[in-house]
Structures are given as C-alpha cells and as structure tokens.
C-alpha cells in the first residue's frame, strides 16, 4: 500500500474510531502537553496507577513516578522536546503503594495545530522479575560470567565474580571491549573467532586476559552463541592460573625427574617400586618394567648388616630422612658403591604416602679415594704400612695396652748390605729385593701384628697384645735367621741380612716417642756390633 492510500484511509477512519483504539488499548496511554501535564488518558491508564480519569487529569507525572522523581521527570521532558521521542524506564506508584516498573515510550506528535507528547506506557514487572532471577543465577554460579555483542565485541554484561577476576568494576567492564582484556588474540584474531562461535553455535578454549593491575590470569572459557538483541555470547569462564601453575610444577618436574643424572627411585607406602628415572636404569642395567611392582632390596649386594639397615629405618621413620653410603649390585651383578638421600612422603592424615632416593654412583669416586688414602698411608713398593699409618697404628695399639693392662714390642729393622745391592744389581732388583724382605717378615708374625717400611732399608714390627715377653725373642730371632738367607732373582743371587732393635712397652718406655727413640738406639747398636742380631734398648 502506497503512502498516499494509507493517509486515504486514515483520513476516512471517523473520530470515534480512533477514540475506540485509544480507549480500549492494553497499553496505559498518557497525553501531556510540553509542560508535562496530563490532557488525556485512558482507561488502561487509571487502571494501571489506580486513579480515576478526572483525578490523573488533575495530576502531573512526578505524582506518580513517586517521591523524589522531580528531577527526572524534568530530565525527560527536556530530552523529549529536544530528541522528539525517547524510550526508557521507570516506576509508577500505584495508589496503593505498589511499585510498578514500566518501559515507557514517548514521541511529540502534532494535532490540532498543536504540540503534544504521546506517552505509551507497558508494565514490565514480569520481564523484571526474569532479570532479577537471571542475575541471582549469574551471580550464583562459582564462575565468572560475561555477555558480549557479536556485533563489536562489546561487553554487555557481568557477574561480580568476573569482576573480581580481573579486578575491574562492572561499570569498567561495560564500557570495555574483548580486546580491552585479551592477552592473546589479536583484534582480527578475536573477531574470526566470534564468526566460528557464530557458526557453531559453542566453543571451549583456554586464553589469558589481563588483570587491571597488569598481571595475566590463565582462564578455560566456555562461549555459546544465542540470536538475540542483535546477536550475543554468553561467556563463562573459570580462573585455572592455579592449575596452570601446578601443571607447569610437574612439568618441570618431570623434566628434572628425567634429566637429572641422581638416580631417583619412588615407592609406596608398602615400599613397592612406583617409578624410577632413566639415570636408575643407567646406573642398574634393570629397565623401569623390570622393577615397578617389586621392593628395592632386589638390589641389594649383602655387604650391610641387618643392624644397618634396621638404624637406617629408625632414623628414616623419627626424622622423615635419611642420608648415608651403601653397597648394592647392578643388573649384571656387579657391585657399585652409592651416596644415597631417602626422604618420606606423607599425606595430610601423616600416614607415609611415598618413600623416595636419591642417589649417587659414587664408586670410582671411592676407588679413587682409596687410591689416594692407599697412595698417602702405604710404601708405593711393598704395599706395607708407611710412616704415617705405622705412627696411627703404634698410637692405637698403645692406648688399647693402657687400657687392657697389656705390653707390646717395637722392633726397627735395618737391612745390613742393602746399599751394595743396589749398586751391584741396580735399582730393580733392589725393589724386588725390598718386596721380597716385606713378605718374610709378615711370614714371621701375626695377622694382627704391624710390619711397615719406614723408607729406604728401615722397616718395623709392632708386636701387639702381649700377655708376656716370651715371644718378642722367636720374633726377632725368626725375623734374624729368613733375612740371612739368599734372595734369587733369575740368574742373581743377593745376600743381606738385618739389625734388629727391640723396645717394650711400658716396661722400657712410657709414651710413644720415648718408645721409638728406644727402638732406634737399640737397632743402631745392633748394626754397630757387626749386624745380623737382634738386641733389646736398655731398661
């Protein structure tokens, strides 16, 4: 229908049709002069605040738009003289005190030759009450939550969770697009993203967005889309910066679990194998499903005690740790020294959850060790005690006679013609002469006793734990009688023989320096007599 057939028809449509329409309109319809005051209404009017016709003509609208509503009763009739019509929303009052809140639109119209303002008025307690059920449900749910125009990304909606989420107002965040917030999308990144929510009607992702005070919160986001107001999405998000933390945590410690060249061990509560890391499986030779499920004593080389480990488990349950070196064997049998950390794991109840080692393959570091402690305590040549492990031996056994009321011999040997061997034949056969007299001697004397090269051609004997005297003189004189015979090396055929000085503790001397002293007079004196004898230090 053309607009000159329309204006036709409404010209032919007789007054008392339009009064018909206005009279019996379900909306209340309020016409007022520029001025605000009322000049018609109809009946769904007075129904609405409950007045009669003749007494809403009487009143004007501050009336009933109840107290204090003066000043915005003026604010929209200055808006609707300027702007010409306007839509908004209010409260009346109803006369017996009811709140009504109502969605009114208003439009100046002319008639008459004359300027009014229709005032079309809708009760909306109805739609009311669905926002305040919304927002209870909005702010109700443990997520933030946040709705957007998918016309420009405008935020049109928030819970107050979100709002502490990001620590932004909710006036802040209405006035705020997506990429106020995004940490990761680009703009153009955004708006391809909100056409595929579009499309699909959903999404689930994981983004960052910024807080107010600049640091970034790690947020899961569920978006559906809904064709509504132009188009919007419903947002709901939820703070996972605490998981993303805790998965980085674990990360880095599988990643150090894995890496580290410790061998790591980890078992229940039972002492089971849970898991073990690659360094385990290089230290032991035994692959992870060769382990798991079974106790860690499969390891074990039988070189600790039962009392071991038994301290080992009192210290480990009392201080939640234990440090300490042990023995344990390889997959192929091979025994391997290791510095090993065991600490417990508990639950929140105190019960142990896991039990987990660390530990070291510390076995050349041992044999060095000995090397060294070897190399500082024992003559290079004969493999016999050397002066300084002679000097802690002879301190040791000294106290142990205080103490047990017992006496000991030390015997300084000095090898008569040792010189004139190592001249005739040459250093070699000299060595091989001084490993031969070192064995001799130790066939003369106990396990328990001491023999050691002091260096060059001077070696002692320390008889220990002497009830009597009587077999400090068999020693000696055995000692005597195997130096005195030939040493053949091949085709060479060297004699020696040896002076012996003897001292005895405490009946010749009463300390250890007095001792040696003693010994050392004593073999000199031997050596002066002519040599191959044995005599005692003076009393």
Same mark, same amino acid.
């Given at each position: ?5 329309? =204006?036709? @028809? ?97 439009? @100046? ?38 709705? @957007? ?284 002469l001084l490993v031969e007299v070192s064995r001799r001697i130790n066939g003369c004397v106990r396990s328990s006793d001491t @023999? ?60 250890? =320096? ?26």
């Open positions: 229908m053309t607009s000159h057939m329309q =204006d036709k @028809v409404h010209q032919e449509l007789p007054e008392e049709m339009y009064r018909m329409l206005f009279e019996n309109a379900c909306d209340a319809i309020f016409v007022a002069d520029m001025e605000g005051n009322f000049i018609a209404v109809n009946q769904a009017a007075c129904d609405h605040v409950g007045y009669a016709r003749e007494e809403l003509l009487r009143m004007r609208p501050e009336q009933i738009n109840g107290r204090g509503s003066s000043e915005k009763v003026s604010e929209r009739l200055a808006r609707i003289r300027k702007d010409g019509e306007c839509t908004f929303e209010a409260v009346h009052a109803h006369r017996d005190g009811r709140q009504i809140p109502v969605e009114m639109q208003m439009r @100046v119209i002319e008639h008459g030759g004359q300027r009014i303002i229709l005032n079309i008025c809708r009760n909306i307690a109805g739609r009311k009450q669905s926002e305040i059920e919304y927002r209870k449900i909005i702010q109700a749910t443990g997520d933030g939550y946040w709705m @957007v125009s998918a016309q420009d990304a405008q935020i049109i909606d928030v819970n107050d969770t979100f709002c502490d989420m990001v620590g932004y107002s909710r006036e802040e965040l209405l006035s705020m697009r997506i990429s106020d917030l995004e940490a990761i999308e680009s703009p153009e990144e955004t708006a391809a993203h909100i056409r595929k929510v579009i499309e699909t009607g959903h999404d689930l992702f994981a983004t960052r967005h910024r807080h107010k005070n600049g640091h970034l919160v790690e947020f899961e986001v569920s978006v559906s889309y809904a064709d509504i107001r132009g188009g919007v999405i419903f947002v709901f998000v939820r703070d996972i910066s605490e998981r993303k933390r805790l998965e980085g945590e674990l990360e880095l410690s599988a990643l150090v679990f894995n890496a580290s060249t410790a061998s790591i061990v980890v078992a229940d509560a039972n002492g089971l194998i849970v898991c073990v890391n690659p360094a385990f499986t290089q230290t032991t030779g035994y692959e992870p499903h060769e382990v798991i499920g079974r106790n860690p004593r499969l390891l074990s080389s039988g070189r600790q005690s039962r009392e071991f480990y038994q301290n080992m488990w009192q210290t480990l349950e009392k201080a939640g740790h234990w440090e300490g070196e042990w023995w344990n064997k390889r997959k192929d049998g091979d025994l391997y020294a290791e510095q090993v950390t065991i600490n417990i794991v508990r639950n929140k109840d105190g019960n142990v959850h896991r039990y987990v080692k660390i530990s070291s393959d510390v076995t050349e570091k041992k044999r060095l060790d000995d090397l060294i402690w070897r190399q500082a305590n024992y003559d290079s040549v004969t493999n016999l005690p050397n002066r300084r492990l002679f000097l802690d031996r002879l301190a040791h056994e000294i106290k142990k006679c205080r103490r047990e009321k017992e006496s000991l011999a030390l015997l300084f040997i000095d090898l008569d013609r040792f010189k004139e061997v190592n001249d005739e034949f040459g250093h070699a056969v000299g060595d091989r @023999v050691a090269r002091l260096g060059g051609d001077e070696f002692t004997v320390v008889l220990a734990g002497l009830g009597n005297t009587s077999r400090i003189e068999t020693v000696a004189r055995n000692i005597k009688n195997v130096l005195a015979q030939p040493f053949h090396f091949g085709e060479v055929e060297a004699s020696i023989s040896g002076s012996i000085g003897i001292a005895i503790y405490p009946v010749g001397a009463s300390d250890i =320096d007095e001792l040696i002293n003693k010994a050392d007079e004593a073999m000199y004196a031997a050596k002066n007599s002519g040599g191959n004898r044995f005599g005692y230090a003076s009393t």
